[in-house]
Structure formats: C-alpha cells, structure tokens
C-alpha cells in the first residue's frame, strides 16, 4: 500500500490512475510520494518518509531538488507536458504587446453606459492600434519544450525567429523548423530582435539574466516576453527601462510587487500551464511515473538521479539503492549480498553528476541483515525493498 499526498490541486484525470493500492493523505508527514505544482516545498521540512516527488509540470526551483538527492528523495518532472499551453500563451502575449487590445477593451468597459458607444468607438480606435507580428524578429532564449514550439508557431506566423540555446538537446534540434536562425551568442538575440522571449530554467546561471546590460544591447522599443520565471529578470531594470521608453512592453506570467499595475507591464497571473489539457498531460504523466518508481524502482525522467529502468522484477525480489557517485560502490554492494549467498540475477547502475542508482534483481528474497548493511555502506542514502 503506497500513500500520497497533493501540496496542489492536482488533474483527476492523474489521480485516477493511482490504483486501489494507493491512499491519498492530508500529511506530508504519512506520505510516500508527494504531487506538487508551485507550492514552495523550498519551505517545507520534508519528512524521510517521503520517497518521491512529482513535480506536475517542468520548473523545479520550488524543490530543494539537491537536499532532496542527498535524501535519496528522487524528484520527478514532466517534461514537455505543459509546453503547448504555454506556447499559446506566449503568442497571445505577443499580439497583446503588440495591439492595445486590453485598453481598448477596458474603454468599452468605462464607456458602457454611453448610448453613442458604436460612434465613439470609432473615433478613439486609433489609440488603441498598433502593429502587426508578422515580419518582425523574435529573438527566443532557450529552444527546449516551449522555446522550440514557440519558434516553430512564430515562423507559421510569419516571424523571422532566431533561437539561442548553447545546451540544445538532439530531439529540440530535429523538431525546429529549418527557418529558424540559429544564434550563436545571445548578444545577437539582443541586437537584432523586436520581441525577446525567455524560456530557460531558472539556475543559479540563468537568474538576472535579463539585466541592465543585456537591456542596454537591445534594440529601441523592444517587447520582453517572460514565461519563465521572475527571476530570470532583474525587474527594476525593466521598469526603468519601460519608463525611459527603451522596452515597449514587457509581458510576464508573474505577479510581484515590482510588476504589478506598472506603466507598460503586462501581468498574467501565472497561467501558462493553466489549460484542462496541460494540468492533464502533467498530472497522467507524474502519477505514471511515481507509480513506475514506487511499484518497480524504475527512473523516468528525474531531474536529480538517472534515469534507470529494469521493467517489471522478474527475480524473487528487487532492491533499489540511492547513493552517491563514488568509485566501490558495486563491489561493496554485491559481497554484502555474496556474503549472505544471494545471487544478484539482473543489475543496473547509472550515474548523474554527484549521485547514482542501482537496482538489482535477486533471486531469492533478501534478508533483513543484507539490507541493514547495505544501509551502513558509506555514500548510502536509502535503500528500499522495491519488491
Ligand atoms: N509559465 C508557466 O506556466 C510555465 C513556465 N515554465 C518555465 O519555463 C521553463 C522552460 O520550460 P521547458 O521549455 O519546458 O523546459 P526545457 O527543459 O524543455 O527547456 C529549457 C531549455 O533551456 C535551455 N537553456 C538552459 N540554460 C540556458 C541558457 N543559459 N541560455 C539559453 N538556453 C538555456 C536548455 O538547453 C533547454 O533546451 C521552465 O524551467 C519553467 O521555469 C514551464 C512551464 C510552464
Ligand atoms: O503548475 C503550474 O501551473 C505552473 C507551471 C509551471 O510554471 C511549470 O511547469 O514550470
């Protein structure tokens, strides 16, 4: 019996998934596995009871992700899953920077009770007019999930779009459209490009990103598109930016006090992922993987261990060890069970940066003295009986 709990509301069309061998549970304190979105876990002390993260969605900075694989606590996410959501979003954004569309709707709005409304529209459109996407550069940093469907829906708009992504994945690389510039520093994005729109992670190398000098190297009247998170942004830079008219619009998908109601901004209430459709593709894809952790031992698409995958046990038991990435760990492991007379059927072990999995098929079941001294093992920070 596994027990979860929701930091957030999470799609039912997820949860429905759990099967009847899962609870869900009010306490993280009772919990096994853990569902977020955008509660701050940051803050929260997490108890050793919890196994796994979900993260339904792609941005982790609201998850101590590196406590977490010191724990031996593996963090999930769902790459791609929400991408589509915010895709259209970022387009919106554009034209909404683009056209005066909610001033002109907000004068509606002033102007209701005024039965020459028709009359009076017309004369005061003109304030409200603007341009037209189509023919102007957008400058986009990060070609991952969002960035690359973001180019790919401006160039069919008819955009000229250059991308900037020094870490591009394979798979990013063959979905771009071959019209697509590619940039080979970001200093071009700056120079040449009417919109700039931003979808990296938010790292220590990535916050502030948009600051003072990048702003200086860009053009007169730029729109800055932010989907990604606030921090990304040095956002008093940009409201004094916005003052001096050198940024024409800035569009961000978060609130703050810096932003909000400020001449020029733009504010969303993070909505990007708010779709039926993406909170669904998030929730299916985080359950399916803690279901596959939990109930198999098997690592997709963490962003704190590797991923691993071994199927369904085919052994007598399987045994799933959480370490770090130090030289005499499997030696250690297998003349502990060696020791106790276990034959190990079927192995893995991977590596990711500082820390590494090993999951192991027996074929019998192992003993409660094994699994103590693989615990004792120096560089071991949880070893779970998978089955
Ligand atoms: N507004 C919203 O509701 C949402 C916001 N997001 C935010 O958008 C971010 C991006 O999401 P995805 O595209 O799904 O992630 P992704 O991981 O697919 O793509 C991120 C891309 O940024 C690139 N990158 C990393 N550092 C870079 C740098 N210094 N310069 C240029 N490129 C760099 C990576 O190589 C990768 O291709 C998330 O980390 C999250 O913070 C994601 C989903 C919803
Ligand atoms: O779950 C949400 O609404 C936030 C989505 C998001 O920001 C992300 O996936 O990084």
Request: with cysteine.
């Amino acid at each position: 019996m596994f027990r979860y709990t929701c930091l957030n509301p999470i799609s039912q069309k997820g949860l429905e998934l759990f099967s009847d061998q899962y609870t869900e549970v009010k306490e993280l304190a009772a919990a096994d596995a853990v569902l977020v979105r955008s509660a701050k876990m940051t803050e929260l002390e997490i108890p050793d009871s919890v196994l796994a993260i979900g993260r339904a969605g792609a941005g982790v900075n609201n998850i101590p992700v590196a406590d977490c694989a010191e724990k031996g606590i593996v963090v999930f996410n769902t790459p791609g899953a929400n991408a589509n959501g915010v895709k259209e979003l970022v387009l919106a954004g554009m034209l909404l920077a683009s056209r005066d569309i909610v001033g002109g709707v907000e004068w509606i709005k002033d102007n209701q009770e005024d039965p020459n409304i028709g009359k009076l529209a017309e004369k005061q459109k003109k304030q409200f007019a603007g341009c037209e996407i189509s023919g102007k550069k957008l400058g986009i940093i990060g070609l991952g999930a969002i960035g690359s469907m973001v180019a790919n829906a401006a160039d069919a708009l008819g955009m000229e779009v250059y991308g900037y992504d020094p870490y591009l994945s394979i798979d990013a690389a063959w979905n771009l459209s071959r019209n697509v510039h590619h940039s080979k520093n970001v200093e071009e994005i700056y120079e040449q490009c009417d919109y700039i729109t931003i979808h990296v992670p938010l790292l220590d190398s990535t916050k502030q990103m948009l600051n003072e000098e990048a702003i200086s190297k860009m053009k007169e009247h730029v729109v800055i598109l932010n989907f990604a998170r606030d921090l990304l942004a040095d956002e008093e830079a940009i409201v004094k930016a916005l003052q001096s008219g050198k940024i024409k619009r800035y569009v961000t998908d978060f609130a703050n006090p810096v932003v909000a109601g400020k001449k020029g901004v733009l504010v969303i209430p993070h909505l990007g992922a708010s779709t039926a459709e993406a909170e669904e593709n998030c929730a299916i894809m985080a359950v399916k993987e803690l279901r596959d952790f939990l109930e198999n031992g098997n690592i997709r698409n963490s962003v704190n261990f590797p991923n691993c995958d071994m199927g369904v046990c085919k052994g007598r038991s399987r045994v799933a060890i959480t370490h770090r990435n130090i030289p005499n760990m499997i030696s250690q492991f297998s003349k502990i069970l060696g020791d106790e007379g276990m034959n190990i059927a079927d192995m893995t072990n991977k590596s990711r940066g500082e820390y590494a999995y090993t999951l192991m098929d027996m074929e019998a079941e192992i003993p409660g003295e094994a699994i103590e001294a693989l615990e004792s093992v120096e560089g071991v920070s949880r070893v779970r009986v998978v089955r």
